[in-house]
């Protein structure tokens, strides 16, 4: 199968921007997601990105799809308290989604 | 009404217990999904169905075995658990499998404790 990769923690001050890595080993993935899991709740999808597509804008989310290196990021821009929770990756295979590990975004006010 | 509900949101059973995990979408969705969230690995997808067949069985112990009785519902039932069974069962529908645009819809997950 598919191998996701991320940094588990991320500490940043609110107002800054925060990016969030993912490396696959997938190159046939066609489409490449972003969801996010605050306390007690489901994953929840924030954005995605085809993989014929190497950057992708919505509001204060950017997602950067470096497809020969396999990366793919999310920058948060103004980083509000509020963004704190865990952050996954996740690329399509045939029958499911290959999630990364998270990454716990922490929020510093 | 939530698009994907699961129930009950926490459980606590002995290693003797047998008890069953319910899921129901209410989005339409072709298929559905078992995933299991431990702490600091990635999330293990258990069991995929759609349209009520079992397209996916990542080699899962037999004390888990899924049923989908229709494309509404799913369930996951529980026999003998170990205690590192322990942890958040997430399940998840999507209008078609992930090959195409078809993003996964997350519950809420239901927190499973082994004793």
């Known amino acids: 199968g598919e191998d996701v990769e991320q940094s588990l923690f991320l500490s940043v001050r609110e107002g800054d921007s925060s990016v969030i890595n993912c490396t696959y080993t997938d190159s046939s993935s066609t489409y490449l997601y972003w969801y996010k899991q605050e306390p007690g709740a489901g994953l929840q999808l924030l954005t995605y990105i085809f993989s014929n597509m190497d950057m992708k804008q919505d509001q204060r989310l950017t997602v950067l799809l470096n497809k020969k290196d396999k990366h793919l990021s999310l920058r948060i821009a103004d980083t509000q308290t509020g963004d704190s929770a865990i952050y996954f990756c996740a690329v399509s295979g045939a029958n499911n989604l290959f999630f990364g590990t998270g990454t716990r975004l922490t929020v510093i006010p | 009404e939530t698009g994907v509900t699961q129930t009950p949101r926490h459980l606590v059973m002995g290693m003797t217990n047998k008890k069953s995990l319910k899921c129901e979408q209410h989005?339409?969705?072709?298929?559905m999904y078992w995933y299991k969230q431990s702490a600091k690995k990635p999330l293990e997808l258990m069991f995929v169905y759609s349209l009520e067949e079992r397209v996916e069985n990542n080699s899962v112990p037999s004390r888990f075995s899924p049923e989908c009785p229709n494309s509404s519902h799913l369930f996951l039932h529980l026999h003998t658990l170990q205690p590192e069974d322990s942890a958040l069962y997430l399940c998840a529908s999507s209008q078609d499998q992930p090959s195409r645009y078809s993003p996964l819809h997350f519950g809420n997950g239901t927190r499973l404790t082994v004793t």
């Open positions: 989005l339409g969705h072709n298929a």
